[in-house]
């Protein structure tokens, strides 16, 4: 975790559990660095390409922003 109030999250979420606080934020750093950024399949990458649809970056939830652009569809 990046910050103060991240790693006070952990602890909480764990009863001050020092152990289980660094090993839920192992463990969430590690799905982090294996799931973003999102790996785009051939299908969605050639849909990005026609600039029917655009990925925007994400909300605070971490979930991803997708614009599309309907009038493209032909």
């Known amino acids: 975790?990046?910050?103060?109030?991240e790693i006070l999250r952990f602890l909480y979420s764990k009863k001050f559990d020092y152990q289980?606080?660094?090993d839920a934020a192992v463990a969430r750093t590690n799905f982090r660095i294996k799931n973003f950024p999102a790996k785009l399949n051939r299908k969605v990458y050639e849909l990005v390409s026609s600039g029917f649809m655009y990925i925007s970056g994400r909300d605070k939830c971490y979930r991803?922003?997708?614009c599309?652009?309907?009038?493209i569809i032909q």
């Not at 599309?68 to 009038?71: A, G, H, N, T, Y």
């Open 20 to 22: 289980k606080a660094y």
């Open 68 to 71: 599309l652009r309907s009038k």
């Open 64 to 66: 991803p922003i997708i």
């Open 1 to 5: 975790p990046e910050r103060d109030n």
